[in-house]
């Protein structure tokens, strides 16, 4: 029976980490705050004492975390996942970064003699609960293949998406689009509600319309309520827009609306509201 070991016990890996453990699956995991490891080990998964014991101990490690610094972080020093892979271990990162990390990341994996696979998903914390995530994979063809049933336990779809890079440039893309999306619709419902619109008859005709979307569903009824209870965290937004920008300009691209949006976005973590969900960007133009 293979080992797995999940790194990273936020909002995103908890969730995703519980589903494996849930399945039957041998699990380590473990946290930089050792308290959120607790609930997960009452429920049979192991508890690893550093990155790199996880890593030196089991045969797939997944890891997501924050962001660009904190995936580097993870890998680097003594106790680091680069310090406890190696031949016949691999490693997943399934953290929001841009490409040019996943490819730092992948070198030094191959360089250890381990196998890499970047797998950056798309969906938040209900998806994550549900198990019914988008997998963003790419890299290692052999190693995707063996993660392929813990990739089904944890999502609803995981395309291979070819060499490393593509995954991570597949991600932000898909959040450029969200997080834009967002923008304009928190625009609109405070346009509609300052014009004295029924705030649900608005969600209700936009539902029944060509833009009827999941997201519009799910973020309609919280934007009404002014209720930002944190299911994607308003800073890694910011984040995703800021890379998906420098990622344009990489490709000597503009991104106009991608620009304004991302400051947007910046104002609102500006504002104090960092830590609420994506739906809090609705307060900075209501």
């Known amino acids: 029976m293979k080992k797995f070991g999940f790194i990273g016990l936020g909002i995103m890996g908890n969730?995703?980490?519980?589903?494996?453990?849930?399945?039957?699956?041998?699990?380590?995991?473990?946290?930089r705050n050792s308290d959120k490891c607790d609930e997960l080990v009452a429920l049979g998964a192991h508890q690893g004492k550093s990155p790199k014991q996880v890593a030196e101990t089991c045969d797939i490690t997944f890891t997501i975390v924050s962001d660009p610094a904190a995936a580097l972080a993870i890998?680097?020093?003594?106790?680091?996942?680069?310090?406890?892979?190696?031949?016949?271990?691999?490693?997943?990162?399934?953290?929001?970064?841009?490409?040019?990390?996943?490819?730092?990341i992948s070198a030094a994996i191959i360089k250890a003699g381990g196998r890499f696979l970047e797998a950056p998903v798309s969906g938040t914390k209900k998806p994550a609960e549900d198990g019914t995530l988008i997998i963003l994979a790419a890299g290692?063809?052999?190693?995707?293949?063996d993660a392929l049933p813990a990739f089904e336990i944890m999502g609803k779809m995981s395309p291979y998406l070819g060499e490393i890079g593509q995954g991570a440039k597949m991600k932000l893309v898909v959040n450029m689009i969200m997080g834009g999306m967002l923008s304009i619709f928190s625009e609109g419902m405070s346009l509609g509600l300052k014009a004295n619109l029924d705030g649900q008859q608005l969600l209700?005709?936009?539902?029944?319309?060509?833009?009827?979307?999941?997201?519009?569903?799910?973020?309609?009824?919280?934007?009404?309520?002014?209720?930002?209870?944190?299911?994607?965290?308003?800073?890694?937004?910011q984040k995703d827009m800021r890379l998906a920008v420098d990622l344009?300009?990489?490709?000597?691209?503009?991104?106009?609306?991608?620009?304004?949006?991302?400051?947007?976005?910046?104002?609102a973590?500006?504002?104090?509201?960092?830590?609420?969900d994506i739906a809090a960007i609705y307060k900075t133009v209501k």
């Open 15 to 31: 969730a995703m980490a519980l589903n494996l453990v849930k399945a039957g699956l041998d699990v380590t995991v473990w946290n």
């Open 75 to 104: 890998c680097d020093g003594p106790d680091g996942v680069l310090a406890g892979i190696g031949e016949g271990r691999s490693y997943i990162d399934m953290s929001t970064v841009d490409d040019a990390t996943s490819q730092t």
């Open 140 to 145: 290692d063809k052999s190693l995707y293949d």
């Open 204 to 237: 209700d005709i936009i539902d029944a319309g060509a833009m009827a979307n999941p997201m519009f569903k799910v973020k309609g009824p919280m934007l009404l309520d002014e209720n930002y209870t944190t299911s994607f965290p308003l800073k890694h937004m």
């Open 248 to 267: 344009g300009d990489k490709l000597n691209l503009t991104l106009p609306t991608a620009a304004i949006t991302n400051e947007s976005y910046k104002q």
């Open 269 to 276: 973590r500006k504002a104090g509201y960092a830590e609420e």
